[in-house]
């Protein structure tokens, strides 16, 4: 499915959108603000027993990429979600390097359109690792 | 180098209620001296009279904490009520005119009110005493004064003795580069009092010395250091605002170090408020005036003169090869590229073997350092709604303190030359600057120049 240029006011608003999707894909857990070793995800999810963080941001992806190699302890895998939007080559240097993947919204039941692959994380740590996914079930469970 | 009124070049400041577990029991062998501030003796002065004599047993001298009234009378300000802070009135009180009158009336004081002699001699006279008599009336005056004068009798405790600072610090003010010029007269003032009244009742008087990074640069650097050096205290108590070593330019360290040499030339110094650097500084012998270094239970190896007193410390873990507190994110990375988790021995080796680590370190070392690192998490109202942050539990805390107060010791104790210790800065920078960054190793690189220099 490809990406749709829908306007977001804001990051939350982004979120709102992908987490309305999410809530009816049936393979899924989520959670929302999920906590990694002092920081905090938007979206941490849980699929097909692999762990994915998704940060949403609709502009500075530089720090959204910061953010995501923070998550890189606690997930599988890290992505950063956006709006669509042009590609330059710092940008993809950028995620390539980090080994962050890349999304941008899309208006379909699996609302992303994959850009760049996150690379699995090397550094993960264990116990971040099994908070997270306590965590995520936890929620999933109380919700 | 004995000094008189130094126990020895390892000072812990007393920070608040909760560091007495960890400046007792088996930590009150890791350091030689207390230093407590005197809204704390101000506040509980039975808690403190206690932990001296009976918990910590160790010798301890008083900061003043006088600069704290020059400056805008907000940071004197309970969060909670917004009137002065319970504590810092009864330093008021105790320290009378011409602070008083200001203070309490919600005004800072200023230079001029210390014009008048005789007013400056009778505060400097209540700072001394506040320091020399507050805990030693708190125990001759409690409920178990005989029981204290049984134990002084019988020689089995000094009780009353120990109650005694082992030297007096003259009421002092801040220095930097804009309001400096009208402060030092007043600080020389209080200072020469105050000596001339100790060399009469024989007792050892230390002159703090508190100023601003910019001051180190600057013209008044001159006339500070002349002022002072023509003095003759037990010691310089040297304090320079918000001068974090791991986060200084080697232009401010070598300042910084200078200031320490040229006070040195009339007494011995010891930094209030340093780190790893100074410590080692102080191992290479290079300023053997330089006898002693301060610190805080794991969060105050620098602090900004205001606010004045408080901050809330975080959890943070303290790598031994990198002399630096590291949130623990970066503490799992760079435990993993110095390859610490490979096995409890491997930890053991090139991590830490201090008792904390030895026993938290069991059979999984990537695992059981999640002792390090436990949180709660809490969701909270950010700016862009609620989010979820994490706090680190009371044991997370402590486990992080124990390993601090552990490390500093051996730190302290150490006694390698200048040349090992460089190279090993330069090592451990070179394993970690790609997943700590430049700027959280290039202390390394700036120490050593220093260092060597």
Known sequence: ?143 | MAVEGIAGPHIVRYGTAADQKFLTGDFANTYDQLVINANMVAHMPSALATLITQKANKPFFIDPQTHAFQHASTHLASAKTGGIRRSIRRLVEAYGDPIQGPVLNGESVLPSDFDDNVLLEGFCDRVLAFQESTLKSEVEESSDAKYYQFLEEEGLAASFGMMQPSLLVAPYFYLDERTGGAWLPVNIACADYCLRVGAKRSVPIALQVVVSQDVLRSGLLKSIVDAYSALRPAAFLVWVDGLAEDESSEELLQAQVRLFGQLGGAAPVVNLYGGYFTVALMHTKRLPSLVAVTHSLEYGESRSVVPVGGGVPVAKFYLPALHSRLVIRDAVRAIKVLGGFASRERYLETICRCAECAQVIQQNPEADFGAYGVTNAKVVRGRSGMVTREYPTTETKEHCVRHYMWVKQQEYQETADIGPTCMALGAVAMKLQRVLGDSGVAHCGVWATVLRS
């Open chain 1, 1 to 143: 499915m490809s990406a749709t240029c829908v306007k977001f006011g804001s990051e939350r608003e982004l979120a709102d959108a992908v987490i309305s999707r999410l809530m009816l894909v049936v393979d899924v857990i989520f959670s929302r603000e999920a906590p990694v070793v002092g920081r905090s995800a938007d979206v941490a999810l849980c699929r097909a027993d692999e762990l994915h963080t998704i940060e949403f941001k609709l502009h500075d992806w530089r720090q959204a990429i910061r953010q995501a190699i923070d998550h890189q302890l606690a997930a599988d895998f890290a992505y950063v979600c956006m709006p669509k939007r042009r590609i330059t080559d710092a940008m993809r240097d950028a995620f390539v390097t980090a080994g962050v993947g890349l999304l941008f919204f899309a208006e379909a039941e699996w609302p992303f359109e994959i850009v760049f692959e996150a690379t699995r994380s090397t550094g993960t740590w264990c116990v971040a690792y099994e908070r997270l996914k306590a965590h995520i079930q936890q929620e999933q469970h109380g919700s």
